[in-house]
DNA sequence: AATACATGTGTAATCGATTACAAATCATCA
DNA sequence: TGATGATTTGTAATCGATTACACATGTATT
């Protein structure tokens, strides 16, 4: 691998120049740049981005934390991240957490060693205290995450809001007896989703059932089956379920089939993220899309922003619900 | 951030010494190690991996080209990249390529530009000639994918055998029309995976019908669908279908219960890839599941080995049918 | 006591780029 | 013609670590 010093013999010009060729070739005069090109044609010559990033002191390289990324709903927010990343010149660096602390812990201190330049986070699990701390000291940007004192940038959708509109179209086609699958409450979105579900009922004056809420201890395909499990064995049945993500919105639609109920005829299904499977169901499953792309590409600007050290607002996005076959 | 400059001036010892504290503790004597230790602290030094990186000229970093994250199959390979890649001491870039060449560049060129030590290529689009050229110079192996010259170093199944499995076990239970879903046959796999059917029927004396065979000119979800609606559209139909990837076969499914046939029942229904999804259907998808996790661990082992200079051997893993409803 | 060897530390070069500053060249114009 | 300013290039310091080599000290051996 040719180094810049052996281009620079080779063109007979002093590595400044080529430098300077690299980074702006207008400033070199047109016949020195003849020289140089063909200096660096016959070497072969690729500049080393470890000599630059050392000089520069920077990585162009930004954190994406998740959980995991077999969560579909990540997916199309990553997408939103790396081409807008690659547009401004960056390279993500995906990290699961699995939410396990030593590996945050791990992605973290690649941030310290200035392995990277910013950190998108997206895990609802991680340390809040250490991820404040991170950001005083960091470019740090949540994505579809926030924080409830504000300290830390983010970019978000209003949970709430989406919840109540997805209990209101239940209420709206008919439904009075509406149950949740909810995640649990020390997730922010959790509680905040739960509000919105509570306050569609008693805009329409239905009774809150506490038998209808059933709170599972993940977001697995199967915590959604034990959550509709739980829903068909009490004393009365709801006939419409609203659950806080597609996947477990598809575990309870699995159980509801095992039972031999029908979707939407016995029981309506909303479920929350829009993943591309939530359109492969039988029957096609009525959710609430999320920005995602947009998301994910706002989420890398802001970012930037800060690195530059640049002020940037935290932003509320607009979600849209999506009736399908399941309501 | 403090530099190792500082640090060795707080300690009143040299930078040699604090870096040889920091790469190997024990070689430095107890007492100068108390006052480095206490000078990192008293500082909170993190050292640059940008000065060691290019010192070294290494980053620590592979890269994995995949067409897209959002197919189900990647994320476990990626599961076992990423532990067994941290556990070494390595990151990895994660780079979809959406089969798009322009996209592909780049990640080369990232590798040429010392940004990444390796690449571990799972993208069967890929440009083959430029692969090899990149093989030749840079260390490469591909994972779940092959080159049938055998130039570049790869962990893959045996997928002709694979399919001979699935198409054996729908013979087994009394299939005698038996239908194919194929990927388009630009694919190595396809073509192999078209010869195990092949061999099955052959071997049990079942004539091919080539009307029973359907190419798609994608994976998605959607060309299942219509590759199905095509099949139920023959003069003879077929009473099980070999999918050769379970999104596939989810269409396929979405299809026949459209029109109103069941899964096992009029239509049995085999996949490939034993994706988290093929056991959220109604009914659960019978399927070959490769060692996903394996494979991807096995090539970060390979790829180290061979960014060190070491001679590595191709190797192909042992698959596995795995019989649920659908058959 | 002389020698050999192990242990611990410092000096300074090095990795491959960028860039401030100085210097050389050239054109322009009074 | 000489001053002025623009354009182009070179010199050398710099980013933050690692490491070969040299040197000083302590310990064991005869």
Redesign the pocket.
């Known amino acids: 691998?040719?180094?810049?010093?052996?281009?620079?013999q080779k063109?007979?010009?002093?590595?400044?120049?080529?430098?300077?060729?690299?980074?702006n070739p207008?400033?070199?005069?047109?016949?020195?740049?003849e020289?140089v090109e063909q200096a660096i044609k016959t070497l072969n010559?690729?500049?080393?981005?470890?000599?630059?990033?050392?000089?520069?002191?920077e990585s162009r390289l930004l954190i994406v934390l998740l959980p995991s990324i077999s969560n579909p709903f990540y997916t199309e927010v990553i997408n939103g991240i790396e081409d807008t990343a690659i547009e401004k010149g960056y390279n993500i660096l995906l990290c699961q957490t699995d939410s396990k602390p030593e590996r945050e812990e791990i992605y973290f201190n690649m941030m310290k060693?200035?392995l990277a330049d910013g950190i998108i986070s997206m895990d609802p699990t991680v340390d809040r205290a250490k991820l404040i701390e991170i950001a005083k000291n960091f470019p740090l940007v949540q994505c579809s995450e926030y924080d409830e004192e504000g300290i830390i940038t983010y970019v978000t959708i209003d949970n709430e809001l989406a919840a109540y509109h997805a209990v209101k179209h239940l209420i709206k086609i008919g439904h009075k007896k509406i149950a949740m699958i909810n995640s649990g409450e020390k997730f922010l979105y959790a509680r905040e989703r739960k509000q919105g579900y509570l306050r569609a009922l008693n805009e329409s004056g239905i009774p809150f059932n506490p038998d209808w809420i059933f709170t599972t201890d993940n977001l697995e395909f199967d915590a959604g089956r034990q959550a509709m499990k739980s829903l068909l064995g009490k004393s009365e049945i709801p006939t419409a379920v609203f659950a806080v993500s597609d996947i477990l919105a598809i575990g309870a639609l699995k159980e509801i089939n095992l039972k031999g109920l029908a979707v939407p005829d016995d029981i309506a299904l909303v479920g929350f993220d829009k993943i591309s499977f939530s359109n492969m169901t039988q029957p096609t499953l009525t959710t609430i899309s999320q920005p995602m792309y947009q998301m994910g590409s706002m989420s890398v600007h802001m970012l930037i922003n800060k690195i530059n050290g640049k002020h940037t607002e935290s932003i509320i996005l607009d979600h849209e619900l999506v009736i399908r076959e399941s309501t």
């Open positions: 691998m040719a180094t810049i010093q052996e281009v620079a063109a007979g010009v002093s590595v400044a120049t080529i430098s300077r060729y690299l980074n207008a400033i070199v005069a047109k016949e020195t740049r020289k010559y690729e500049p080393s981005m470890l000599g630059r990033n050392l000089r520069k002191s060693n200035r």
